[in-house]
């Protein structure tokens, strides 16, 4: 099992900064890969950005590229999402999930339904 915890939430305007985190527990050494993805009220749950537990590869959904950075501090177990110039359609709870099967991983990264393991989330809230 792995546990995962989100933090980092929060209420900012238009155009500032956030970093959320991810703190992963448990049977780490069997994740492959690690997304962030959100939902907002009313919609589906999406991908926002992955990276792959050992050789840090990044992806991003075009929505955010540019503007969001995730990486991992190997030494922590810890994955992070760097937010930038923030918009009002970036509010939404934001959710962690962690992968343990590398079968087709950087064709699949973005499907909810391939993440073994979920954090419950933080709020994010961008005021215009």
């Known amino acids: 099992q792995v546990q995962l915890v989100e933090f980092g939430g929060g209420l900012v305007q238009a155009g500032g900064s956030l970093r959320l985190s991810c703190a992963a527990s448990g049977h780490t050494n069997r994740i492959y890969g690690m997304g962030w993805f959100r939902q907002a009220p009313g919609k589906e749950r999406e991908f926002v950005a992955a990276?792959?537990?050992?050789?840090?590869?990044?992806y991003y959904a075009d929505s955010v590229l540019g503007r969001f950075t995730v990486s991992r501090a190997s030494a922590e177990n810890t994955m992070y999402l760097q937010m930038s110039s923030l918009k009002p359609e970036d509010t939404a709870v934001y959710y962690c999930g962690a992968d343990e099967d590398n079968v087709y991983w950087s064709s699949a990264y973005y499907y909810t339904t391939r993440y073994d393991y979920w954090g419950r989330g933080t709020q994010v809230t961008v005021s215009s």
């Open positions: 990276i792959t537990w050992a050789d840090h590869s990044t």
